[in-house]
């Protein structure tokens, strides 16, 4: 099992950047694809990005594609989430997920939230405009 936590998040002004990292413990993380959501005040969680369990294969969620960047590094159990032209509507508390079932990947697959049965605490981003 892989339990992840964050880090990295802040107050930023529109358009900064800002970069999540998400530490999972558990030897098996090479094994995990991994996923970053998001969820505002008064809204559901949503998917924003997620990669594959060796790491090539990345998937985005239409609203952060071209923006945000997920990149892993197995070597340190370590998944980041560089996020650059922040908008005020990227404002949420973030949480890092790992995937239930080892070595599996695919877009659908990866952007529901049942996939994922392990999640940090979150960390909240908030981006001024």
């Known amino acids: 099992q892989v339990q992840p936590v964050e880090s990295g998040g802040g107050l930023v002004q529109a358009g900064g950047s800002l970069k999540l990292s998400c530490a999972a413990s558990g030897r098996t993380f090479s094994m995990y694809s991994m996923g970053w959501f998001r969820q505002a005040p008064g809204k559901e969680r949503e998917f924003v990005s997620a990669i594959s369990f060796t790491g090539s294969a990345t998937y985005y969620a239409d609203a952060v594609k071209g923006r945000f960047t997920i990149s892993r590094d197995n070597a340190k159990n370590t998944v980041y989430l560089q996020m650059n032209s922040l908008k005020p509507e990227d404002t949420a508390v973030y949480y890092c997920?790992?995937?239930?079932?080892?070595?599996?990947?695919?877009?659908?697959?990866?952007?529901?939230?049942?996939?994922?049965?392990?999640w940090g605490q979150g960390t909240q981003v908030t981006v001024s405009s």
């Open positions: 997920a790992a995937d239930g079932r080892p070595f599996h990947s695919g877009r659908d697959y990866l952007g529901r939230a049942e996939t994922y049965t392990n």
